[in-house]
């Protein structure tokens, strides 16, 4: 299994990105496809989570009503959609994947978000 993180960059506080996760080397139909991030000297932490098949989702509450999760099941993609960005956002943030609610057991490389004040 492979998740190929992309999409980051630098933005001004108030603007958008939409990262990317391209995901390949099985059927996802049963996985959970998640978002983390990591900040410097801060631990990993959740972002959002979408069901592959359903496309239940599930987000942090500090990006609740920013941040929108979604699939391309045609392109075994999902995007974090990114709005009204604050510079608190700024971190490396992950994709990853898990059978069903266990733990996740595959992760991309990260990408760099820098939200600038």
């Known amino acids: 299994v492979q998740l190929q993180a992309s999409g980051g960059g630098l933005v001004q506080a108030g603007g958008s990105l939409r990262l990317s996760c391209a995901a390949s080397?099985?059927?996802?139909?049963?996985?959970?496809m998640g978002w983390f991030r990591q900040a410097p000297e801060k631990e990993r932490e959740f972002v959002a989570y979408?069901?592959?098949?359903?496309?239940?989702?599930s987000y942090a509450d500090s990006v609740k009503g920013r941040f929108t999760i979604s699939r391309d099941t045609s392109k075994n993609t999902v995007y974090l959609q990114m709005n009204s960005l604050k510079p608190e956002d700024t971190a490396v943030y992950y994709c990853?994947?898990?059978?069903?609610?266990?733990?996740?057991?595959?992760w991309g490389q990260g990408t760099l978000v820098t939200v600038s004040s």
């Open positions: 080397g099985r059927a996802f139909s049963n996985y959970r």
């Open positions: 979408i069901m592959w098949s359903s496309g239940f989702t």
């Open positions: 990853a994947a898990s059978y069903l609610y266990k733990v996740y057991e595959y």
